[in-house]
């Protein structure tokens, strides 16, 4: 069996990443482990279970997000929740106990419960209209945050003194505290009349007395309870581990000796680690998201290349483009790896390219999830092309309501504003694809490869212009290298000007994914599982 142990923590804590719905999303949730799990459970690969190390009430819910509800898990807090359930169970927040008479206000973001005119609570829900939390005030301040689990109970209550947390209990499903982390210190004091944690349901359910009353940290109760999971594991299993900073300690303790496949995905992990040779030399594989990131490996850990796999987490489909359809030519620009000096060159060339090609569209793509990203881009690029006799005019298609994608006023009797650029913020990958089936023209000008863009683009058949050659992006086939911005209006033209170029290299970018279909994928996982087993 493979044991996945993803990072699905909140920056650098022991908890999930679950958003209010009417939050802007701060972060993607796909990642090498939500891809691989949806690679192992779809085409029934491997026997396979996931180990939650952190604290994640709306667990169901994300599973679901993903296509992978019923996958097989063990959660590290469920230990300590004592919850054996497995299914979401839906729950109304006026099941709660209330004040009587309490009165809710319904605004478009929260539920408020007044009690004689003054707000005493404020319900908070997740984008699938699941409560996840609810703020009970003292006068102005939270003095209680309750946190909500997806199977209906208090998994968890932060406490305030005024305005500043004081430490966070964890419930059974009673709601008895069974651990408290203090905020100050982060020590961990155990309820010692409720002082054991639970593995295995029904007749294999088994109670384990914690070896201490007091912890140092939170990691070090974790890090009890994922040894002794480990111990009901047997020899043979796999464990691939998605590395964070956060967990290289604990799995350097944990994992040695054990079947260990590394898995490293964009940037989330930083070398700098204390325990990252440690792990690197324990590991029997490790697998990297691109040749690129392979390659940086092996270039720090020359000792360990040999164990480097590249695997991409994202398969490639043949998917329909419907660029052809429409009447712009929509070009997407790559900019969050971009350099100030990069940008502007690249502004000002599509401001010339515009005058000899007037159905060019140009679209920032930026993942990134600042709220005020797409004015800044807009803004900036405004000014570049005020300051150099431009139209700024040219940038302001999200700052004016009245005008239509296409650049066309929509009130009646004014005069067309010629908008040509405008921003793809895409966060998640639903709204990534989407925005890129509608492209004829991906280009990245900057030295840091965005390994989703390639691959969609790959995808939708779509030709792509980068700096340096890659595994996805091949020169005079699916795409072209242009290393020097002043070369980049012939490209534009190659692709542009009609349709054979363009249609060649779709028919180059088909061939090139066939090499990164699921199949494909299955047999590299299938043969680095067999040399480990």
């Known amino acids: 069996m493979v044991v996945f142990i993803p990072a699905w923590f909140k920056n650098n804590e022991w908890c999930e990443n679950e958003q209010n719905w009417h939050e802007r999303k701060m972060h993607s949730e796909f990642d090498d482990s939500v891809k691989q799990i949806q690679l192992f459970h779809r085409n029934k690969a491997f026997d396979y279970s996931i180990c939650i190390l952190g604290f994640s009430p709306n667990l169901r819910h994300f599973l679901h997000r993903q296509g992978v509800y019923m996958a097989p898990y063990f959660s590290v807090f469920d230990a300590i929740n004592e919850c054996e359930s497995k299914r979401a169970r839906v729950f109304s927040y006026k099941d709660l106990s209330w004040i009587p008479n309490t009165e809710f206000i319904y605004t478009p973001f929260v539920a408020i419960a007044l009690f004689q005119g003054r707000k005493y609570a404020q319900l908070e829900f997740g984008e699938d209209g699941n409560l996840i939390q609810v703020d009970m005030y003292e006068g102005d301040n939270v003095a209680i945050r309750s946190i909500y689990d997806d199977r209906g109970f208090v998994s968890s209550a932060i406490i305030y003194d005024e305005t500043a947390p004081v430490y966070q209990d964890y419930y059974n499903e009673n709601g008895t505290w069974k651990i408290r982390v203090f905020f100050e210190d982060g020590h961990v004091e155990i309820n010692k009349e409720r002082n054991f944690y639970v593995l295995g349901s029904g007749d294999d359910k088994r109670e384990i007395t914690f070896k201490k009353l007091q912890y140092e940290s939170l990691e070090e109760v974790i890090s009890e309870i994922f040894n002794s999971y480990i111990d009901t594991l047997s020899s043979d299993d796999i464990f691939c581990v998605a590395m964070h900073n956060l967990i290289t300690g604990l799995v350097a303790k944990s994992l040695k000796g054990k079947k260990t496949i590394l898995s490293f995905f964009e940037k989330r992990f930083s070398f700098d680690d204390e325990y990252t040779k440690q792990v690197m030399q324990n590991a029997n594989y490790i697998i990297t998201d691109s040749k690129i990131r392979a390659d940086e490996i092996m270039d720090k850990?020359?000792?360990?290349?040999?164990?480097?796999?590249?695997?991409?987490?994202?398969?490639?489909?043949?998917?329909?483009?419907?660029?052809?359809?429409?009447?712009?030519?929509?070009?997407?620009?790559?900019?969050?790896?971009?350099?100030?000096?990069?940008?502007?060159?690249?502004?000002l060339m599509f401001a010339e390219y515009f005058d000899e090609n007037d159905k060019a569209r140009v679209y920032f793509f930026t993942r990134e999830a600042d709220y005020n990203l797409p004015n800044d881009l807009l803004n900036r690029a405004g000014k570049i092309l005020s300051d150099n006799g431009f139209s700024s005019e040219l940038a302001l298609g999200t700052l004016d309501d009245n005008v239509s994608e296409n650049g066309i006023d929509d009130i009646d009797g004014m005069e067309e504003v010629p908008v040509k650029f405008f921003v793809e913020q895409c966060v998640d990958e639903l709204s990534a694809s989407k925005c890129i089936m509608e492209q004829r023209l991906i280009i990245n000008m900057s030295n840091a490869s965005n390994l989703y863009l390639q691959i969609s683009g790959v995808?939708?058949?779509?030709?792509?212009?980068?700096?340096?050659?890659?595994?996805?992006?091949?020169?005079?086939?699916?795409?072209?290298?242009?290393?020097?911005?002043?070369?980049?209006?012939?490209?534009?033209?190659?692709?542009?000007?009609?349709?054979?170029?363009?249609?060649?290299?779709?028919?180059?970018?088909?061939?090139?994914?066939?090499?990164?279909?699921?199949?494909?994928?299955?047999?590299?996982?299938?043969?680095?599982?067999?040399?480990?087993?």
């Not at 020169?475 to 020097?484: A, K, S």
């Open 301 to 347: 850990y020359e000792s360990e290349k040999d164990k480097v796999v590249n695997i991409t987490p994202y398969d490639t489909r043949r998917e329909n483009g419907i660029s052809q359809q429409l009447t712009v030519q929509k070009i997407l620009l790559a900019v969050d790896s971009l350099s100030p000096e990069s940008f502007e060159k690249l502004v």
């Open 459 to 533: 995808s939708f058949g779509i030709p792509q212009i980068v700096t340096e050659e890659t595994q996805y992006v091949k020169d005079g086939l699916n795409g072209q290298v242009v290393r020097n911005i002043e070369d980049l209006p012939k490209t534009l033209r190659f692709y542009l000007s009609g349709m054979k170029n363009w249609n060649n290299a779709m028919i180059h970018a088909y061939d090139i994914g066939e090499n990164y279909t699921t199949r494909r994928l299955v047999e590299k996982w299938k043969e680095v599982v067999d040399n480990i087993g």
